[in-house]
């Protein structure tokens, strides 16, 4: 198991048993055992099998389970994702912090497999943002992948991203991307957001890598993809949505990013049934 | 600062910038300063306030904030939440986790709220359960309470609640509540999930102290209220939304809960404008 | 192992042994095994099976340990409750930290166990407080139940009550009890701390779900139980010990609470006995 | 604060509120404030003022704290130690945790000072042992100093105690020593636990530098001492009480470990006191 | 403070005084205070003032410190960098782990500043590698920075570089260039090493945006330049030394990696000298 | 596998890929395997075994290693040291941790061997200092061990060192050392750091157990040694290197310690070589 995941996993499991499970303990027997089966009650991607799996693992290592639905499959209603057998208790135990996991993760990969799908006839991709829930980037960005999206930067240290604010402290767009083109590591690239054309010109010549074009309409990223040259890639961002995210894929812009795929989707419907 | 706060947020500034902000490093100077406010972008009830302010003040405790709109009072578009005065960098480092926590808290508090108002005419109160999203509970339960709702067991621990499986397991209901009751501590009460009304009379002539009404319609809630002693308190789950919230909550049911507003809100909309 | 534990016991053996254990080291060979009995002094409850365990499993897992007597049973003086086998170093190293909580456990087992049995001609329960030892709260409260007690709430956290202080800061008990029933949980009762009839008259009217007998005589107890309703659970608390928790516990009450049984407890004596 | 002290004295605080204090969030108005003494209820030597003030100040850090009697004095039934003052829920929040710190490392200073009082005497010390409760050892090996006892080792890693199993394991005396003199480290000293005269003598011809006479009687003891050239420390250790104890300092033995003042200690009696 | 440094640093400290530092506490009054100056022993650039600062005010926030030298200043032997004002037994626990920083800081800064003076003339900017101390990556990197270098990637996840044994693993150095390229971050470039023309050919072919000449000579990296397009960035490695440096630097080459800066370095020499 | 090894080595895995390793999971299958050799590229005392070994059973336990040349032996350069058989991706993300521990750890040992050869014909041993690099003295401390020399204290709080800045403080070498054999415990001696005899004779005077000879020629140090009477150990420190510890070891001194062996020694050199 993934030392991090590991380490996550057993935090959420503390988290919701800081002295164990006292329901179980009084009226489960401790030597039964039991199968279980993580069922879905929509349609929807499945994510978080590893999350799933330590869960339970982590509380009793003689748990078995077996996977019939890999991670980033279709699922239907009613069909059963994965078994779990061994110790009742800890089954329990585990039940609602593997679900909390699976649901939340299945939820945010069926809606970038949408977003995927509608956009899947041009060249762009979906990506996620910043815009993660304290604590859950790593599975959240997970989530994404698994729905076929692209990771935009993990975080703050791993990738320059000249926003609004630092361009407002700055005092102007041109002089941000230089300082920054000046002394940046050769590793990187460097992204700077801009929201016209005029920015758009200014951040070229200062030597930007990467534009993202923010709250822009997709007629006005047209026209300002015109003028960037070959070699400098393109981001769209703002306001983008299921309904909208075709038009701005047909722009020509390189990659889509949307926060809501991390910070307002709807979990997917699953279950963990006891067999009797 | 509270203590599990503080460890909460810390641990978010370093999942968002392991190794610091390179953008900010790169580009601002070391001693600028700067003012920014939050800014709602829709209407909400404002929740996430400690949170939010933990954010900075231990990235750069100099850091000062101004709160004018306390937590749990609804802002309007535009309206400003809070001022935040300091090192520039710091603020830049701290906006998006501060944000991510902020929006989340408020996005939770708004939906609760407009459940409480809808039930507002009646006894019934709103609950949460513990389908909220690993290492967000302290902050997900405190933004039901702002939003207006109470808070159901904080974790296994700290209560009893017989659900459907453990009924499964111990193989019926009168069965699994008398165990229950017959070793419980004597502080806390005994909860059981029961589907229809032959259950109820179990669970009621076996001793329990709660009845969790799940998946029932509100009719049938109606009718196994009738037979519910004085003393005994009823909970309303499964599938109830603002749609038919009212509904359930006429029936007398004491409490209703609800998952969705942990684990599938929709966050509000705020965000840091920095002052020219 | 269970998580916490686990995580418990490897503090405690880092606590011990923080560069490892020089003097094994030096004297022991590398791969020398020995066989090691855990042997009982005097008579006791035998309890911290799982501490003990985990204290020489998670120095080496290929030690093995074979148990005779379960956690819970009465041991006489010279009786072996587990076999050690395995690598010596380990063994002498992991020796001290599994003493330490096998001792201190068992020393808490068989106090509660005593006071058990004195009281087990009535329907009264002996259960523990919050005057724990830090960091131990979890082991301390596992022995009060192996003992035969039953756990008080675990924290601030999961059960209300309100004692003398709470009611000396809002200023007369009525108020006090009816601000908590007033917000509380649908999951958790209100006990509050009275310490003559008219205090739990007032605690009565206000709707105490539990009352809290505190320093208060047999005889005045017993006055006091005559006027509480059906439906109300009682609790002694403050000067009960072995020589009058019978005359306590006949009163009628429902529960005894001590504090000595983990803050004052004695250790049971129990050695680990190396083969020649 | 101490950074050790701080974070045991947090984690303890964690322990006891997880997710805060759900009595005085429900009954004490948020802003109020009250004034509540240490006050001893019985006589004891206060000790542990640090971890007391600790889990005020780490709670609200606005809390402020007069201290009467300094930490190694003696204090009467009734009196004040100290007073604290400042926001109410914070206060009751933190009472129990900063009691059982207070009351625990009381009762072990007091145990401690009869001891060296009861010896005083003589050239001997009091010393204690690695029989501390897990967790607890800086608290507790604390409190043995302000009782006026001496630290033996702290832990496994900082010197080299050769006992029976080592023995046991080497199979004889002489041998053990030797290995041990050999190798270690030109800082540390041998300590080797002998049972009669004619292990002493094979300890002694193998170049221990302080011998553990454990288990032996005092007449013994002093026969053993007769041969021991100068320069080589003595301890004397097994079954020593407050009633033998100053027998065994008269041997001319240096020190005298005794086990119970850390595992079997009873809390001194201490209360916080609410103004009204 | 940094909130990482802080964990840091704490965790240095409590390495280093795991029960504190007796020495001091046997010898020095517990209200001394004292005046210690940082003083250079040798020409160094300095560099580690904010973990060294941080060793004293962890231990005491009442510490005062002056700085004169600021960090990547060139100071000479005898110098004095920055003063220190406090309690006498918190400078003498902090002394050592402060000068552990900043004597193996200031050694990699120097050793950095020499390089990059030595291909001053060049536009080729000397980098870091992964060849970092364990638990020191950040203190490291920081010092390769305040040197004059820049930063190679922070860790694994936050740039591609496909190495030797990747290709190895994969085949062929096309197909693993193409295979990183096609899933790539939008905001990552694919660095690749490469030992030969044919091979910086089929990596250019591939889309590689960054090509790793390693272990080539100068004369070599020259020919391979010739043919690399604009756009694509170049970076030397493998047995670069001081002596042969400005020859990579002046092949064109962007950048020169050395391993030996952070993994073999000399620590420059400071002492803390007391005032009398 | 040791807990504390266990957690360092973690941490370090963390450090190196907080958000797992992009490369490999864009360029390798996740199913492949294969099978690499730790070689030596120099001539070397081998050391950092487990720390090694760790690197990868902790990412995937599954990874099977054969030892060849065990610790503390000779390496030639070419000589295969391990062979690591696995996951491919796995053996990519540890490697670099596993050989940063390797390198390091090798060097020291490396260093230290050739210092105890060159005293080799002397009784005097070469020992450590507190000097060791933040977050390594464990692991330092072991390769001084493996490479032949002996641990001085691992810590502050595990041995009384009285230095030039402690004299300072009290005023003057007598009345330290008189502190502090008072008051210390009857496990520990008192060392003393001395700089010419009339020093050391008032460190013998005051009942000094161990001189630290600091700054003094080797002429000197013999002057010194004649006036210390048996039983007091003798240390000498300060500017001894390979080319003059023989000079100081013939002085009759006990040890030599040295910094430079823990901060500022070489790596060896190792690499890992996948087979094709």
């Known amino acids: 198991m993934d030392i991090r995941i590991t380490k996550e996993v057993e935090n959420a499991l503390l988290e919701d048993a800081p002295w164990g499970d006292i329901t179980s303990k009084l009226t489960i ?35 078995s389970i077996e996977t019939y639905i890999p991670e980033g499959n279709w699922v239907k ?16 135990q585990a039940e609602r912090v ?21 956009i899947g006839s041009t060249d762009c991709k979906v990506v996620d943002t910043r815009k993660t829930l304290p604590h859950l ?13 692209i990771n935009h930067r993990m975080d703050l240290s791993s990738a320059i ?16 991307v230089s300082l920054a083109k000046d002394r940046s590591p050769h590793t990187m690239n460097v992204e700077v957001e801009v929201t016209d054309i005029d920015q758009a010109r200014s951040a070229i010549d200062a030597g930007a890598d990467i534009l993202l074009l923010d709250n822009i309409t997709p007629e006005q990223i047209e026209k300002i993809i015109e003028i960037v040259p070959d070699g400098i890639r393109t981001e769209a961002s703002g306001g983008i949505t299921p309904l909208n ?25 699953f279950s963990l049934e006891f067999e009797d």
Request: proline share 0%; glycine share 8%; hydrophobic share 40%.
């Open 137 to 149: 980037r790593l599975a959240q960005k997970h989530a994404v992948e698994v729905g076929g999206g």
């Open 161 to 176: 991203l000249i926003k609004d604010n630092h361009i407002c402290a700055v005092g102007n767009i041109y002089d941000a």
């Open 245 to 269: 995210c075709k038009a701005y894929a047909e722009t020509g812009v390189d990659t889509i990013s949307m926060g809501y795929i991390t910070h307002s989707v709807k979990s997917a419907d």
């Open 77 to 92: 209603s009613s069909e059963i994702v994965m078994t779990v057998k061994g110790n009742t208790r800890a089954i329990l």
């Open 98 to 118: 593997g679900l909390n996991y699976f649901c939340h993760m299945s939820g945010i990969a069926t809606e970038v497999r949408k977003i995927a799908t509608l």
């Open 29 to 63: 027997d401790k030597h039964q055992s039991s199968i279980a089966h993580l069922m879905s009650k929509s349609d929807s991607v499945a994510c978080g099998h590893e999350y799933f799996l330590s869960s339970f693992k982590l509380l009793d290592e003689t748990i």
